[in-house]
Nanobody, 126 residues
Framework: QVQLVESGGGLVQPGDSLRISCAVS????????MGWFRQPPGKEREFVAA????????DYVDSVKDRFTVSRDNARNMVHLQMSGLKPEDTAVYSC???????????????????WGQGTQVTVSS
């Protein structure tokens, strides 16, 4: 059973940057397409970003394009989400997710991932 553990969340001010990470254990990260989702307070969970098994393909929700960057380090079994220009509306619990796939280039926005982490809280407030 693959386990995902997020870290790096916290309280930041508007305009700040923050990097959150997802550690993958009990599985080889190279076999998984990875996604980041977030759930703002009182709202449904939403897609944020995804990265294919092949490094070259990423996808972002429009609201974070040009501010967030998803990356993966297969050697260390880690996935990162670098967030810059943070806004109060980015406040949410951020969760990473993994999906086993044979497709090297696939990214997915729907919640059809196989494994999920517990999440890390990101709060953007002055």
């Amino acid at each position: 059973q693959v386990q995902l553990v997020e870290s790096g969340g916290g309280l930041v001010q508007p305009g700040d940057s923050l990097r959150i990470s997802c550690a993958v254990s009990r599985g080889d990260l190279r076999n998984y397409l990875m996604g980041w989702f977030r759930q703002p307070p009182g709202k449904e969970r939403e897609f944020v970003a995804a990265i294919s098994r092949n490094y070259g393909f990423t996808d972002y929700v429009d609201s974070v394009k040009d501010r967030f960057t998803v990356s993966r380090d297969n050697a260390r079994n880690m996935v990162h989400l670098q967030m810059s220009g943070l806004k109060p509306e980015d406040t949410a619990v951020y969760s990473c997710a993994a999906k086993s796939t044979s497709n090297l280039y696939l990214t997915i926005r729907t919640e059809t991932y196989d494994y999920w982490g517990q999440g890390t809280q990101v709060t953007v407030s002055s």
